[in-house]
């Protein structure tokens, strides 16, 4: 999951905007995915005694989460362009850009491991080779259909049983001779 900060520098960083940082951390913590988050954070990162700097390295801690970019961002010698992960997600070669405005471009690799697919097994009924008249008279022939008197004392329990029993044995029969 890749996630998009922006907080314009014209604006002064508020409670909201480390309110909807803490959520999005707190939502991040949940999935089981590589999550990155990365953008303009317009906090002065690189002045470790600024109160915002401080906040925003104990939120990160307390989510288990790393700051990677670790040169200046801005052209007034700032990092405020961040790339921020997790300690499970790797990200490597973090390298600052061309300045494209007062902020540079900054560029990462994100290295994820592709899970192997997984197999799955299936086995099925060769359903356009049954014989719906026979079996239509096979399944009247069996005691769930022609000995009603006999089921009437069941529990529901036992019912389900001998349906699941008789519809099973009776398919499997179909399938023997739908082979010959």
Avoid at 42 to 55: C, G, L
Avoid at 68 to 88: C, K, R
Wanted: hydrophobic share 40%; net charge negative; charged share 20%.
């Amino acid at each position: 999951m890749l996630l998009g900060v922006y907080w314009p520098g014209s604006q002064a960083l508020s409670a909201a905007f480390s309110d909807e940082l803490l959520a999005l951390l707190e939502l991040q913590s949940v999935y089981s995915c590589p999550v990155v988050v990365c953008g303009d954070f317009n906090i002065h990162v690189d002045q470790p005694d600024v109160t915002h700097a401080i906040h925003l390295a104990d939120l990160l801690s307390s989510f288990g989460c790393t700051q990677h970019v670790n040169e200046p961002t801005h052209t007034a010698g700032h990092i405020l362009d961040l790339v921020i992960s997790t300690m499970t997600t790797r990200i490597k070669d973090v390298r600052i850009g061309d300045t494209l405005s007062d902020h540079a471009l900054v560029c990462f690799t994100l290295q994820l491991n592709k899970p192997a697919p997984a197999t799955e097994y299936v086995t099925c009924r060769a359903w356009r080779r049954l014989s719906h008249d026979a079996f239509a008279s096979d399944l009247a022939a069996l005691k769930l259909c022609c000995d009603l008197d006999g089921c009437e004392n069941m529990s529901v329990d036992d019912l389900v049983q001998l349906y699941n029993h008789v519809l099973t044995e009776l398919l499997s029969l179909c399938d023997s001779a739908s082979e010959e």
